[in-house]
């Protein structure tokens, strides 16, 4: 059975073509046009699309606008999806400075860090020292948090965003958290990654 977290990635893949599309000019789309370019079935898109209630005709396809709009709808990001950063060593800095979270309606709207000497709360976005942590996402309704601290302190800062509102945390540490009940984390391992690749590329 496929999970809904494999729908919800084909979504995303769905959303990012249908972009280029409409950047092309393309105000309409046929199942047969995202196949062949995904290099999956129609008959699996147009499942996937019923599945979420995204509507076409056989004759004129499917509008663009319309599938996108269900889409942002679907994966909640009709609205800025503010997200709070621990950690701004060399990772924390990268995605701090990565534009393509702006075209998936996501801001990084503060850092965090313990380390004093890399608060700046007059930056575009403010870093804070950690201590301002729960009170800011609280106060703002932050209910993402990205992790990207050393290892030895991610259990500890874990511990530290149980005590807010915080929903979800996207994990950059090489240590796996694991989720609760009231918390669900994203583990992202890159060098476990990079090594399963390189295995991969020379099997």
Avoid at 36 to 64: C, E
Avoid at 96 to 121: C, L, V
């Amino acid at each position: 059975m496929i999970s809904e977290k494999e729908k919800i990635s084909r979504l995303l893949s769905y959303k990012n073509l249908l972009i280029r599309l409409k950047s092309l000019g393309f105000i309409r789309v046929f199942s047969d046009n995202l196949a062949d370019t995904l290099g999956v079935s129609a008959s699996l898109i147009r499942k996937d699309f019923s599945y979420f209630g995204i509507t076409g005709n056989q004759r004129g396809g499917y509008h663009i606008d319309t599938v996108l709009e269900k889409i942002q709808e679907l994966i909640g990001f009709e609205n800025i999806q503010k997200v709070a950063l621990i950690g701004v060593g060399h990772i924390g800095k990268a995605l701090i400075q990565y534009q393509g979270f702006k075209i998936e309606n996501i801001e990084i709207t503060a850092g965090f860090d313990i380390d004093r000497n890399k608060t700046d709360e007059s930056g575009n976005p403010p870093i804070f020292h950690i201590e301002k942590f729960c009170e800011y996402v609280n106060t703002n309704n932050i209910m993402i948090a990205i992790l990207a601290v050393p290892d030895s302190v991610a259990h500890s800062v874990l511990e530290l965003i149980q005590k807010t509102k915080i929903e979800g945390v996207l994990n950059f540490t090489p240590i796996e958290l694991k989720s609760t009940d009231n918390l669900k984390v994203r583990n992202i391992d890159i060098k476990q990654e990079l090594a399963n690749l390189i295995y991969q590329v020379r099997k």
